[in-house]
């Protein structure tokens, strides 16, 4: 069965630079949702996505922005990277109550 | 608001002896409780959800997970340890967006 697809799964930036990171939702899936995990940290919500439209928002910073296109896929824009960005982001799509995770995309700023 | 607690950071249990997670949520309503393994390096992988009914919940891998009202607890059970079943474990609670808040996870060793 599809699963969630992240991409890419790695990457590795230098402080100030912009990264993105983008999420392909199992099919018929209408809810997107950010999570970032920090090294031995349990994961954070980010933001989530609505039918294309932003649902909640959680301690997700300013330096952070995210959109879910046409097609469901959403994107976590990262802009001006500080050391403490490093960490594995998950996505995750739901239908009917039940959060599918891909398995992340780890960023490592330097 | 809504919150998790998982009291175990780590625990390490032989193969084949039976193991239990502890996790307490504080949550205003009726939550969404769920268990989710994690491999390093992997993803998360969802071993059992309660949403409502039977309080008692069976998962995959042989893991089931008790949902107690009175205790605000839902803890993870299983049996007997497969060496594979090493990883971290989180506990996490959600609302009726789903949106999860996840405690900080058990570190589950299994030594030979």
């Known amino acids: 069965a599809a699963g969630v697809i992240q991409s890419p799964r790695h990457l590795i930036k230098e402080k100030r630079e912009t990264a993105t990171l983008k999420c392909y939702p199992i099919p018929r899936h209408d809810t997107v949702y950010w999570y970032q995990q920090g090294p031995g940290q349990d994961p954070q919500f980010l933001i989530s996505f609505y039918e294309k439209m932003q649902s909640d928002k959680g301690s997700i910073p300013d330096r952070f922005s995210a959109q879910q296109f046409s097609d469901y896929h959403s994107e976590l824009n990262m802009s001006s990277l500080e050391l403490g960005d490093s960490a594995l982001y998950f996505c995750a799509s739901s239908l009917l109550g039940e959060l599918f995770f891909g398995e992340g995309s780890r960023l490592t700023v330097l | 608001a809504q919150s998790v607690t998982q009291p175990d950071i780590h625990i390490t249990v032989s193969e084949g002896a039976s193991l239990e997670l502890r996790c307490n949520y504080s949550y205003g309503a009726t939550p969404y409780l769920f268990w989710y393994v994690q491999s390093p390096g992997q993803g998360l992988q969802l071993l059992l959800k309660?949403?409502?009914?039977?309080?008692l919940v069976q998962g995959i891998k042989g893991f089931e997970a008790e949902f107690k009202r009175s205790q605000s607890s839902f803890n993870l059970r299983k049996p007997s340890v497969h060496w594979s079943d090493a990883a971290e474990y989180f506990c996490a609670v959600g609302r009726d967006d789903y949106k999860l808040s996840f405690g900080a996870g058990t570190t589950v060793t299994v030594r030979a």
């Open positions: 309660y949403f409502s009914g039977d309080t």
